[in-house]
Every structure is written in C-alpha cells, then in structure tokens.
C-alpha cells in the first residue's frame, strides 16, 4: 500500500540550528570524554565541531541566528557553563495515538477483520511552555501471539504490515515544538489476528530559542489498541457415530437406521451471527434451531449440535452439509462437511451341477471311467450391490480316500451386477467310484466405483455328485430248458405248452434303473410283432441278475421270438441301452405221402400199372413228401418185393425226395414200398404205396424138323424149350442174386437207384 504521511501544528514547528549544533556538539564531546581517558593527570579538550544545517520540518521558517554565531555559542557554552536549560526544562510533550482515526485508551480498542487496512495515526504536542527538541521515536507493540517488536531507530514496519506497501511513521528526530505545536504522522498496514498493542515513546530535550539544551524533558508515551477479529467456523458431521467423509462409507442394509449429528463450532476470535446449517440431503437446520442460545449467535469457541434421522436407501448415497454464517465487518464464512454410506445387502447364491444334472446327493450322476467329468458352479448375484474378486475352488474326493484339485474359472469377468449370474467351470477325468466335489465360493461386494464396501457377503459351500464306471446289460433266453438259439431250434407240436425263460444281468459296476423286458414274436411271418411277455425292473445291482419266465402255445411251423431288455444309460441321461437273445422252435404234426410207379426204361412214362412182356428192362420211381407240419428225419423208403432200400436224412415240410430202382420184368406183380421217418420228437411217422407189372408170357419157338406130337410138337422141340427155360431161369437166377447184394450195398451207402 502507499505511504501517506503528513504534519498537521498549531504553530509552526522549528529547529534551533545553533542549539541543535550545541546539542550534537557537547553530546559528541561528552561521548568523547567517556571514550578517552586523560592518562597521568593529562587534561582533554573535546574538539568542537561544527554541525550541519538542518531544514526545519515546517513549512515556516524556523528562528535561528547565524550559523557562525551558533557554532561559537554551542562551543562557549560546552566547554565554558552549563547549559541555562538544565536548569528549567521549561517544554512538556503529550502523545496521541488513534487507530483507524479513534484514539482507544484501553483494550481490545478498534474492532477490524483480519486482513483488512489498519491506519494508525501519531500525535505528538508541546504543551509546555518552552521549545521542544525530538530526540527520538520508539513504536514497541505486542501482537495477537504473544510476540514482541518495537520499530526504533530504523522504524521496521510493524506487526500485520507484512505486505509489501506498507508504511511507517516519519522519523521525527531533529525537530523542535514551539509550545502548542503538535507533530502529525500517519502510517498503513495489513490486520492480524488477535489483540495488538502498539505504545510511542518519544524522547526529546527543551532548548531556548537559540537551541540550547535547557534539560530533558522526560518520555512521553502514547498507546493505541486494535483486535483483529478473525472469523471461523467449523462442521463436522457424523452418520451413526461416524465421521465418514470418502466413498463408500459405512455400510448399510436398506431401511437401516440413519442418524446424523452436525456440530457446528465457531473457531474464530470474533461472534459469529445468522448461523445457517443446510444438509444437501433435505435436512434443514434453522437458525433457532442451530444456536445453542436460542438465537443465531455463537460466541467465539462455542459450539452447538444438530440432530436428524432417516433410513439406508440401496446404493451409493452421500450428501453435504453446508453451514454460514457472518463475522466481523459482514465477512461471510462457511464450511461444509460430508457422510456417505452405502446401501444395500451383499449376498449371493450359488447352485453346482455334474455334466448339466444337479446331483445333491448319492450317488449322482453316472459317468463311464476315463469320461470328462465338468463340475459347473453358477452363482448368482442375490444382494443390492456389486460383487467382484470371485474365487471358485473345491476337491472331488471318492468314497475310497481319492481326491483331485479343482479350480473353477468363468469366459467373464468384472463386477457382477445385482440379480446377474456367472457361471464357474471345472473339469475333471473320471476316476472309478463313488465322488463327492464340493467347491467353496467367495466374493466380495464393491460400488460403483470397484471400491470395496464395508458390508460382504458370506461365502458358500455347494457339493454335486457322481459315480463312474462301466456300463454293462445282457440278457440269455431259453425255450423249455432248451437255449434253441438257432434255427429250427426246439421242435414242438402244435398246441404244446411251451416255456420261456429269461435271465437278465447287469454285468457293469453301475447300477441299472428302469428295465424293461419284452418278448415279442419275430417269426418272419409275422409283419408286426405279437408280444408274448413284457415286465418292468425297477432297479439291477451291478452283477446281479433276475430270472423271468412266460409260458405259451405253441403254434405250426417254424417259429422265433426275440427278447429284449433295456434300461436307462447310467453314463447318459436321458438316453438307454439295451440287450437281446433268440430263441427258435418248430411246431407241427409229422406226415408222409408215397407214391410209386414203374416204366419201361427204353421208353416210356410212369404209371400205377404197366403191362409188358416177360424180360423188359424196368424202372420203379417211389416219390416220398413231407407233407406234415414239423421236419422229418431219417426217410428210409423199403420195397420188399424188389429187394431194394432208399435213404434219406430229413425232409422240410413240404419237401419231397424221388427214389428210382431198375429191374427186368419176370411176372405179374403188385408191390408195396414202405416209408419211415422220425419227427422231432423221435416219433415214427410212416406211409406206402404200390404199383402192379403185369407181364405176358415169352412167344413159343417153331422147330419143323421134330415130329408133332399129339398136342401138337415135336418131342425134339419140347427138349430143347425145356433145356432154354431151364439155363434162363438159372441165369435169371443168378443175375437177381447178385443184383440183390449190389442193391443191398447201395442203400447201405445211400443210392436211390439199385437196380432190380
């Protein structure tokens, strides 16, 4: 700030040249003779010196005498007398200060705000009778801290005038008050806190006219007071107890109880006035409300609380309380101060499944050996607030002491909303047995601002369960005791009881649930299967096995019937296996049906009868037919009159088999063939038929060289027929015997031809 400084007098202020110069002269001399000590009795002469003219402060001139007559006054007058003036001091001082244009003769003096322009104003008047000579100014004060300072000789610049511009008093040495003058100084600077006492002390001698020192006058003092008044005030606010002032805060659950306390405190020197608390969050202090008194005033230290209630709200929540109020010379102070808290629960859920199936219990879900087995844990966000820092880890542990590691992890990460879910993944390969895994789950709840909250969720232990090993299902079907696993299988007759009987067995280390068997009638002629027998297992231990049975009718022909069983997949939900066996019988009635016939062999068709002459070569075809309902065995077909047997193993239904014999016509003959076979039983089933040869006698032979007889030949010709008929009939005989063992070795060795 610019110094302003100005001299205000009654009359006009002058210097007494020649006394000044008699002053400063003897006062040098003197300080010489302290100085300088006459040594062995020597006398010392202070040398008189001649002092400088000195401009008079006021605008009048001053009185004084020539400058050579002043110096040899001054310098008679201190070495020859003393001076008259120490006789008579004759001048007196009276010293004024005023603060702000105020003169305060006590404490605290002005009231002015810190920071503000202090002016101090120094008046300095003789009212004595005689002149006045100001040897010297001293400011000492004491500021609002206890500090001490005093502007002397090179007048520093006072407490609370720190800043640069700030001013200081005039030096007044040197100049001399007529009686009624009066010295006017100001000076400027910058308020401090506290109370600040500054007192003036003047020094200075009364002179006559011509500036002799008539003797010192004695101090004058001056005190000046001002308090720098600084204003202050102070809130701390408080939720549930707690100063909370930084996300997230306290945390809360919703509708949680919310009490607020607000202490306001004036931390100032000054009163403060029009005390005023508003909470952003709708609470509203009024000012009758917030003063301690009753009234909108709090004394310096003074402090005084507001209360208010309310309930957590879910979510981040802060608000801010503002208090004002106003100091000294109308400077507005404030401050302000926050609570934050965070609302809402911290929880979540958490579910584990093994490949998709909740299994909470034993023994699981069923899974093959060697199989990946994925654990999946999903957890769900069931709280108010973020959930962050998941950790999923558990052990399958089997039955037998067994355990693996396990370490879940998510294709996502960051904080997890409310009402949001995530799912953790965790595979494994399956080793054989009963498994339990458990897997523990923590979290832990952050705001908006991923910063962790107070409140957090409690952890959580989840277990899922599965089974693994070997999956095996094998069922084995009998037909009267008989497994008849191939056709024609058991043979049977029509109508007869038959028995099925089926054994099922789980030859796996799963268990099996939910079997199912069926019979059902897969004889190709049947487009659609007949059930013979169904029935429900509900559940088949490993390596245990039930016998079932049914029983039926058997029916004509060839027939087939196919068991089947199937059970749910243990290793596969929602999916089966299965197993199947055959079982074949025959049923029906054994039958034979025979034809035969004969023929020339030169030429010629079969016929029940032939009509030939004696010696013609013969064939006899004997037809044989299944014509019953079961297969025929061992088909043997004999004709006894030709000698000759036919084998054949078996017949089909319906198949037939041709025998043929050969032979030379002899006579008339009606022959039989006869036909055996076995069913499946072992039951003889027969049939014949026959066929007739008729055969004319041979032509006689004329010889006209033997006389007739009376029959009517000769005696020679009989002879000789009788010898022809004799030697035929031996060959004939001989030829038979010997085609009779032939055809015996051949039906022995399976021919169906012998000749006959």
Same mark, same amino acid.
């Given at each position: 700030? =610019?110094? =302003?400084?100005?001299?205000?007098?009654?009359?006009?202020?002058?210097?007494?040249?020649?006394?000044?110069?008699?002053?400063?002269?003897?006062?040098?001399?003197?300080?010489?003779?302290?100085?300088?000590?006459?040594?062995?009795?020597?006398?010392?002469?202070?040398?008189?010196?001649?002092?400088?003219?000195?401009?008079?402060?006021?605008?009048?001139?001053?009185?004084?005498?020539?400058?050579?007559?002043?110096?040899?006054?001054?310098?008679?007058?201190?070495?020859?007398?003393?001076?008259?003036?120490?006789?008579?001091?004759?001048?007196?001082?009276?010293?004024?200060?005023?603060?702000?244009?105020?003169?305060?003769?006590?404490?605290?003096?002005?009231?002015?705000?810190?920071?503000?322009?202090?002016?101090?104003?120094?008046?300095?008047?003789?009212?004595?009778?005689?002149?006045?000579?100001?040897?010297?100014? *001293?400011?000492?004060?004491?500021?609002?801290?206890? =500090?001490?300072?005093? %502007?002397?000789?090179?007048?520093?610049?006072?407490?609370?005038?720190?800043?640069?511009?700030?001013?200081?008093?005039?030096?007044?040495?040197?100049?001399?008050?007529?009686?009624?003058?009066?010295?006017?100084?100001?000076?400027?600077?910058?308020?401090?806190?506290?109370?600040?006492?500054?007192?003036?002390?003047?020094?200075?001698?009364?002179?006559?006219?011509?500036?002799?020192?008539?003797?010192?006058?004695?101090?004058?003092?001056?005190?000046?007071?001002?308090? @720098?008044?600084?204003?202050?005030?102070?809130?701390?606010?408080?939720?549930?107890?707690?100063?909370?002032?930084?996300?997230?805060?306290?945390? +809360?659950? #919703?509708?949680?109880?919310?009490?607020?306390?607000?202490?306001?405190?004036?931390?100032?020197?000054?009163?403060?006035?029009?005390?005023?608390?508003?909470?952003?969050?709708?609470?509203?202090?009024?000012?009758?409300?917030?003063?301690?008194?009753?009234?909108?005033?709090?004394?310096?230290?003074?402090?005084?609380?507001? *209360?208010?209630?309310?309930?957590?709200?879910?979510?981040?929540?802060?608000?801010?309380?503002?208090?004002?109020?106003?100091?000294?010379?109308?400077?507005?102070? *404030?401050?302000?101060?926050?609570?934050?808290?965070?609302?809402?629960?911290?929880?979540?859920?958490?579910?584990?499944?093994?490949?998709?199936?909740?299994?909470?219990?034993?023994?699981?879900?069923?899974?093959? *050996?060697?199989?990946?087995?994925?654990?999946?844990?999903?957890?769900?966000?069931?709280?108010?607030?973020?959930?962050?820092?998941?950790?999923?880890?558990?052990?399958?542990?089997?039955?037998?002491?067994?355990?693996?590691?396990?370490?879940?992890?998510?294709?996502? %990460?960051?904080? +997890?909303?409310?009402?949001?879910?995530?799912?953790?993944?965790?595979?494994?390969?399956?080793?054989?047995?009963?498994?339990?895994?458990?897997?523990?789950?923590?979290?832990?709840?952050?705001?908006?601002?991923?910063?962790?909250?107070? /409140?957090?969720?409690?952890?959580?232990?989840?277990? =899922?369960?599965?089974?693994?090993?070997?999956?095996?299902?094998?069922?084995?079907?009998?037909?009267? %005791?008989?497994?008849?696993?191939?056709?024609? @299988?058991?043979?049977?007759?029509?109508?007869?009881?038959?028995?099925?009987?089926?054994?099922?067995?789980?030859?796996?280390?799963?268990?099996?649930?939910?079997?199912?068997?069926?019979?059902?009638?897969?004889?190709?002629?049947?487009?659609? #299967?007949?059930?013979?027998?169904?029935?429900?297992?509900?559940?088949? &231990?490993?390596?245990?096995?039930?016998?079932?049975?049914?029983?039926?009718?058997?029916?004509?022909?060839?027939?087939?019937?196919?068991?089947?069983?199937?059970?749910?997949?243990?290793?596969?939900?929602? /999916?089966?296996?299965?197993?199947?066996?055959?079982?074949?019988?025959?049923?029906?009635?054994?039958?034979?049906?025979?034809?035969?016939?004969?023929?020339?062999?030169?030429? @010629?068709?079969?016929?029940?009868?032939?009509?030939?002459?004696?010696?013609?070569?013969?064939?006899?075809?004997?037809?044989?037919?299944?014509?019953?309902?079961?297969?025929?065995?061992?088909?043997?077909?004999?004709?006894?009159?030709?000698?000759?047997?036919?084998?054949?193993?078996?017949?089909?239904?319906?198949?037939?088999?041709?025998?043929?014999?050969?032979?030379?016509?002899?006579?008339?003959?009606?022959?039989?063939?006869?036909?055996? &076979?076995?069913?499946?039983?072992?039951?003889?089933?027969?049939?014949?038929?026959?066929?007739? +040869?008729?055969?004319?006698?041979?032509?006689?032979?004329?010889?006209?060289?033997?006389?007739?007889?009376?029959?009517?030949? %000769?005696?020679?010709?009989?002879?000789?027929?009788?010898?022809?008929?004799? +030697?035929?009939?031996?060959?004939?005989?001989?030829?038979?015997?010997?085609?009779?063992?032939?055809?015996?070795?051949?039906?022995?060795?399976?021919?169906?031809?012998?000749?006959?």
């Amino acid at each position: 700030m =610019s110094a =302003s400084l100005s001299f205000h007098h009654r009359r006009t202020p002058r210097i007494a040249a020649a006394g000044l110069a008699l002053l400063l002269t003897a006062t040098a001399a003197s300080a010489m003779a302290e100085t300088t000590q006459p040594e062995d009795g020597e006398s010392s002469e202070v040398e008189s010196t001649e002092p400088a003219e000195t401009e008079p402060a006021a605008t009048e001139p001053a009185k004084t005498e020539s400058p050579e007559a002043a110096t040899s006054d001054a310098s008679a007058d201190a070495t020859t007398q003393p001076p008259a003036a120490r006789e008579d001091p004759g001048a007196q001082l009276n010293v004024t200060v005023k603060t702000n244009g105020v003169e305060y003769l006590a404490a605290p003096g002005a009231q002015v705000a810190v920071g503000t322009e202090v002016e101090w104003t120094y008046e300095v008047s003789n009212v004595g009778e005689g002149d006045a000579l100001l040897l010297a100014f *001293t400011d000492t004060w004491t500021a609002g801290d206890g =500090s001490t300072g005093s %502007s002397g000789g090179d007048l520093a610049a006072e407490p609370g005038s720190e800043e640069p511009g700030a001013t200081v008093p005039e030096d007044p040495r040197g100049l001399v008050l007529e009686p009624g003058d009066t010295w006017i100084s100001t000076a400027y600077g910058t308020a401090i806190a506290g109370q600040f006492t500054n007192t003036v002390t003047i020094d200075a001698i009364s002179v006559d006219d011509a500036g002799n020192d008539l003797g010192e006058i004695g101090d004058a003092e001056g005190t000046s007071w001002y308090f @720098g008044g600084q204003a202050g005030v102070s809130l701390v606010k408080k939720l549930n107890g707690q100063a909370i002032s930084a996300p997230p805060g306290l945390g +809360l659950a #919703p509708g949680d109880a919310l009490n607020w306390t607000y202490e306001i405190t004036n931390t100032g020197n000054v009163a403060l006035e029009n005390v005023a608390m508003v909470d952003r969050g709708g609470i509203d202090g009024a000012k009758a409300d917030v003063a301690s008194s009753g009234g909108a005033r709090l004394a310096p230290g003074e402090s005084t609380t507001v *209360t208010s209630t309310g309930a957590a709200q879910v979510g981040q929540y802060a608000n801010t309380a503002t208090v004002t109020a106003t100091g000294l010379d109308g400077v507005v102070v *404030t401050a302000a101060d926050d609570a934050w808290y965070v609302g809402g629960r911290a929880a979540f859920t958490a579910v584990a499944e093994t490949n998709g199936v909740r299994s909470d219990q034993a023994p699981g879900v069923t899974v093959a *050996t060697g199989s990946a087995v994925v654990t999946t844990v999903e957890v769900t966000n069931t709280g108010d607030t973020y959930l962050d820092g998941f950790t999923v880890a558990g052990r399958s542990t089997s039955t037998d002491g067994a355990e693996f590691l396990l370490t879940a992890t998510s294709s996502t %990460s960051g904080p +997890l909303a409310p009402g949001a879910s995530r799912t953790f993944v965790a595979p494994v390969e399956a080793a054989t047995g009963q498994f339990t895994t458990t897997m523990d789950v923590a979290a832990v709840a952050v705001n908006a601002h991923h910063e962790r909250l107070p /409140q957090q969720p409690a952890p959580a232990s989840v277990s =899922s369960w599965f089974l693994a090993g070997a999956t095996g299902l094998t069922v084995t079907k009998q037909v009267n %005791s008989d497994d008849a696993s191939s056709a024609p @299988g058991l043979a049977v007759t029509d109508g007869e009881e038959v028995t099925w009987t089926y054994t099922v067995t789980n030859t796996g280390t799963l268990a099996l649930t939910d079997l199912v068997v069926v019979d059902a009638d897969t004889s190709p002629s049947d487009a659609t #299967p007949d059930p013979i027998h169904s029935e429900t297992i509900p559940t088949l &231990a490993p390596g245990a096995s039930l016998t079932l049975t049914a029983t039926g009718s058997a029916r004509a022909g060839q027939y087939r019937n196919t068991v089947t069983v199937t059970a749910a997949d243990p290793e596969r939900p929602g /999916q089966s296996i299965s197993a199947a066996d055959d079982a074949y019988y025959y049923g029906g009635v054994g039958a034979l049906e025979v034809t035969k016939q004969v023929r020339e062999a030169a030429d @010629g068709e079969f016929a029940d009868l032939l009509e030939t002459d004696q010696g013609t070569e013969l064939e006899w075809q004997i037809v044989v037919t299944n014509s019953g309902s079961t297969v025929l065995s061992g088909v043997v077909a004999n004709d006894g009159d030709i000698e000759a047997t036919a084998r054949n193993e078996d017949l089909e239904p319906g198949e037939s088999a041709t025998f043929v014999f050969t032979g030379v016509a002899q006579e008339d003959l009606v022959n039989t063939v006869t036909v055996e &076979a076995a069913d499946p039983h072992g039951t003889e089933v027969t049939a014949s038929a026959t066929a007739e +040869l008729i055969v004319a006698a041979a032509p006689q032979v004329e010889d006209d060289s033997l006389p007739e007889d009376s029959q009517g030949g %000769s005696a020679t010709g009989w002879i000789v027929g009788g010898i022809v008929v004799v +030697l035929a009939g031996a060959g004939l005989t001989y030829y038979l015997v010997k085609r009779r063992s032939a055809q015996t070795e051949g039906a022995e060795d399976g021919d169906e031809s012998v000749e006959g």
